[in-house]
């Protein structure tokens, strides 16, 4: 009897990405800063469907421990 079930092997996980609201929380900033970074070109942004606004949280990161480090 042959094992029906296939052996699947997803890609890599996806990146995780946040809202405008979580990045603010993280800077301590308001939303709408966090939008305004994206404008001028401070943070790269990627849209939803829905024409939201979301960030990779990797790159957010990055950010903030420069922020943090005084750059």
């Known amino acids: 009897m042959q094992n029906s079930r296939r052996n699947v092997q997803?890609?890599?996980?996806p990146e995780a990405l946040l809202t405008p609201a979580?990045?603010?929380a993280l800077f301590r900033v308001d939303p709408?800063?966090?939008t305004?970074?994206?404008?001028?070109?401070?943070?790269?942004s990627i849209?939803?469907?829905?024409?939201?606004r979301?960030?990779?949280e990797t790159e957010v990161r990055?950010?903030?421990r420069g922020a943090e480090a005084g750059e």
């Open 36 to 44: 305004r970074w994206a404008k001028a070109g401070k943070l790269s």
């Open 10 to 13: 997803s890609g890599p996980a």
């Open 47 to 52: 849209r939803t469907l829905g024409g939201h």
């Open 62 to 64: 990055r950010l903030l």
């Open 22 to 24: 979580e990045v603010a």
């Open 32 to 34: 709408k800063t966090v």
């Open 54 to 56: 979301r960030y990779r």
